[in-house]
């Protein structure tokens, strides 16, 4: 039983790293004639709207009431909540910019920048491979940094920092990953229709209710976020964060392949070399995670 468990974990978890990498560079670069601004709203919206009605399948509202009782870890997703605001957002941008590359940068170095960060903050023990993979990681930064300020892919930079203090600040709470998500969302849920309605006011919105095969699309962007990372949660939970972590790097190797090979994206010698060392860096990182599973 727990051998199928396992495996059925691991396949969530890879058809969820696989629904980043792939399907949804395809669907935010679909619709990022829109503008990737108007793209962030709908996504901020349809996520909390889409979270509201899977809370209310899954029965979940004890635990949100039992959640938000909590002044500190209001406060907390309150933050985290803006963190993963910076990382939808610039994660859009750089899909409708032709910087697929730069984000899947991001993604590479996130692992890596999370064990760093848990070594600083929580005080986790680093062993050698480790230590290897985050010197290597700040090698190739500084690297780029030397070559020229412009080559450092800051796009992925903002991403990698962002979603690791948003996993950093959610490690610091106990909250189901879907009801944490969802307050989050209702935080910035204000804010986004605040800002969507301005944007109908200067009459520079796509979303109109004369174009209805508009508005299913950008409503998509609400189940676009919320299933892979349900596939994800729920393969860690059956097959835990070692494995999954493994797994995990399907997405930033789709998103390199289809950002270089398919959107034809530029890739210069500079970042070329600072990618070598980082594929070296999570090749480590990654025997690191086989040895210790």
Not at 126 to 137: A, D, F, P, Y
């Amino acid at each position: 039983m727990k051998n199928n468990d396992f495996h059925k974990g691991i396949t969530l978890t890879a058809i969820g790293s696989f629904w980043w990498g792939v399907i949804g560079v395809f669907y935010f670069e679909y619709i990022s004639f829109v503008g990737h601004i108007e793209v962030v709203l709908h996504r901020c919206i349809w996520t909390a709207f889409f979270l509201l009605i899977t809370t209310s399948f899954f029965l979940k509202w004890h635990i949100f009431l039992a959640t938000i009782k909590s002044y500190k870890i209001l406060i907390t997703l309150f933050f985290s909540g803006f963190l993963i605001f910076i990382n939808w957002a610039i994660w859009i941008y750089a899909v409708a910019n032709n910087q697929i590359i730069d984000a899947s940068f991001g993604y590479f170095i996130m692992p890596i920048l999370s064990v760093m960060l848990g070594n600083i903050f929580f005080k986790e023990l680093l062993n050698t491979k480790r230590k290897i993979s985050i010197i290597l990681v700040i090698i190739s930064i500084i690297f780029l940094f030397f070559v020229s300020i412009k080559s450092i892919p800051w796009v992925g930079l903002v991403v990698a920092l962002s979603w690791g203090f948003y996993n950093l600040l959610r490690k610091k709470i106990n909250v189901d990953t879907d009801v944490g998500l969802l307050i989050e969302s209702l935080f910035i849920l204000p804010f986004a229709l605040i800002a969507f309605y301005l944007i109908v006011r200067e009459g520079l919105n796509d979303f109109t209710f004369s174009n209805p095969p508009i508005m299913l699309l950008l409503m998509l962007a609400g189940p676009m976020t919320i299933i892979p990372l349900f596939l994800y949660v729920r393969g860690v939970e059956l097959c835990g964060l070692g494995p999954t972590g493994m797994i995990f790097y399907i997405t930033p190797t789709f998103q390199f392949i289809l950002g270089y090979f398919y959107y034809n994206e530029p890739f210069s010698m500079a970042k070329l070399v600072s990618f070598i060392l980082i594929w070296i860096a999570v090749f480590i990182y990654l025997k690191d995670l086989y040895e210790n599973n």
